[in-house]
């Protein structure tokens, strides 16, 4: 069974009042595997973000169905739509927009540890902070920083980190490095390969970089006009 998969799923945004729309993704069918790296490349609006937000649960497609872990999204509330949103992060371009503005960094990666994990104690929680931040190379002073004080490769691995502190089982990367420069590009893209090994993470992993894609990916995707097609290895 995939992890994460979705079924005939089509978006269509309305344009110029009710009377016209347009088709963003057009009957995408798609699966990951436990531990997989799924890439996927395509120009700019070609719909590669409206997928991943839909696989993220952060958009209801106009039909079609996600699943996760077989379970199909629409179908899921209370604790296992928690559970969902806990194992399926999805990782923006621009990460501070994801961050609180007014929190440390120390407590945009602890809440939603505590939320999530309740019965961990603070001990316990600031630990696996310490540890973890040891790991991407990040000093312990970024704590008591606040979002906008951070750089772009920064506030990624931040970002990163607080997937990891929820035990994600998937990660979804939007263009993650995209504004970044090429250095703390490979760096960022190193550490996710790493947290695969290590972990098992399942990743998609989307850019517009076919070259960086293939480094990263075990199975490598083109969307074009909304429709998604996996590539041949030998292309
Ligand atoms: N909320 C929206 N309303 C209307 N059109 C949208 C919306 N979101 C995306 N689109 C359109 O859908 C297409 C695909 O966008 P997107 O998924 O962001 O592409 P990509 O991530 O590949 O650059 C684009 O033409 C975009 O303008
Ligand atoms: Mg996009």
């Not at 069918?29 to 997989?36: D, H, N, P, Q, V």
């Not at 739509?81 to 929190?103: C, E, G, T």
């Amino acid at each position: 069974m995939s992890i994460l998969s979705c079924e005939h799923v089509a978006m269509k945004f309305r344009t110029r009042g009710d009377e016209n729309t347009f088709s963003a993704l057009k009957d995408v069918s798609f699966r990951l595997e436990k531990g997989e790296s799924a890439g996927i490349v395509g120009p700019s609006g070609s719909g590669k973000s409206t997928l991943a937000e839909i696989l993220g649960g952060l958009e209801k497609p106009s039909s079609g169905e996600v699943f996760f872990r077989g379970r199909s999204l629409s179908s899921m509330k209370g604790d296992e739509l928690k559970d969902f949103h806990r194992n399926v992060q999805y990782i923006f371009q621009d990460p501070k927009a994801s961050m609180n503005p007014f929190f440390t960094i120390a407590k945009v990666l602890r809440e939603p540890v505590r939320i999530n994990f309740p019965s961990l104690s603070d001990e316990v929680i600031n630990e696996r902070i310490e540890s973890l931040l040891e790991r991407l190379s990040l000093p312990s002073w970024i704590l008591k920083r606040r979002p906008y004080e951070l750089s772009g490769g920064q506030a990624q691995r931040i970002v990163i980190a607080r997937a990891l502190l929820l035990e994600s089982e998937v990660i979804i990367a939007d263009e993650p490095t995209s504004s970044l420069d090429i250095s703390v590009q490979a760096q960022i893209i190193n550490l996710m390969r790493h947290i695969r090994r290590d972990r098992g993470t399942s990743f998609i992993f989307i850019s517009h970089d076919l070259d960086l894609v293939r480094y990263f990916s075990d199975r490598v995707y083109r969307m074009e006009d909304g429709v998604l097609r996996e590539e041949d290895a030998d292309d």
